[in-house]
């Protein structure tokens, strides 16, 4: 089984910046493809980004290309998602997760964390 757990998230004012970080458990974390999402409140679960197994590939929302940036460390079995620029729109609770590919499917992701809370005030 695999265990994700995320950190990193708070209130922030617009125009700040948080760096959510993801641990996965097990010994296979460079075989995952991982993923964040994010899901406000009435909405629907929505992509955020994506980052291949080795780092080399990433994948963005429309809606966070240019602000947002996704890594990994390998060695750390963590992934993490820096936030620049925040807009109030981006407040939701972030989940990060195990996924199948790089793709924006949530259908495609197997294995996902509790989810952290983001509030950005105007």
């Known amino acids: 089984q695999v265990q994700l757990v995320e950190s990193g998230g708070g209130l922030v004012q617009a125009g700040g910046s948080l760096r959510l970080s993801c641990a996965v458990s097990g010994r296979t974390f460079s075989r995952y493809v991982m993923g964040w999402f994010r899901q406000a409140p009435g909405k629907e679960r929505e992509f955020v980004a994506a980052?291949?197994?080795?780092?080399?590939?990433?994948y963005f929302a429309d809606s966070v290309k240019g602000r947002f940036t996704i890594s990994r460390d390998n060695a750390k079995n963590t992934v993490y998602l820096q936030m620049n620029s925040l807009k109030p729109e981006d407040t939701a609770v972030y989940y990060c997760?195990?996924?199948?590919?790089?793709?924006?499917?949530?259908?495609?992701?197997?294995?996902w964390g509790q989810g952290t809370q983001v509030t950005v005030s105007s």
């Open positions: 997760a195990v996924g199948r590919s790089i793709v924006a499917v949530t259908k495609e992701y197997d294995y």
């Open positions: 980052i291949a197994r080795s780092g080399g590939s990433t």
